[in-house]
Nanobody, 126 residues
């Protein structure tokens, strides 16, 4: 059974950092595209970053470029999202999602993902 568990969220001040983790069980990240998404109160889920080794691509939404970094540790079967220089507008529930590489459109859309983990809340205070 494919399971994902996101963690690492919390309360942080403006300019602070957090490192989110997405641990996988029931499968390995090989041959899967992985994405981080977020959903703020009253808003739709939006993409933050996606990576796919099969497509040789890593993408970041414009507002997080230069501040967020997606990475993976295959030995731990975990994907990370390092978030630096956090802003109040980064406040949201963050989710990780995966899609098998052959089904991935390359557009990092929430609708692309086949499996989701439960979210982790990030709150950036002013």
């Amino acid at each position: 059974e494919v399971q994902l568990q996101a963690s690492g969220g919390g309360l942080v001040q403006i300019g602070g950092s957090l490192n989110l983790s997405c641990a996988a069980s029931g499968f390995t990240f090989d041959n899967w595209a992985i994405g981080w998404f977020r959903q703020a109160p009253g808003k739709e889920r939006e993409w933050v970053s996606c990576t796919s080794s099969e497509h040789d691509s890593t993408q970041y939404e414009d507002s997080v470029k230069g501040r967020f970094t997606i990475s993976s540790d295959n030995a731990r079967n975990t994907v990370y999202l390092q978030m630096n220089s956090l802003k109040p507008e980064d406040t949201a529930v963050y989710y990780c999602g995966v899609v098998y590489w052959s089904y991935y459109t390359g557009l990092c859309k929430p609708s692309d993902m086949q499996y989701w983990g439960k979210g982790t809340l990030v709150t950036v205070s002013s």
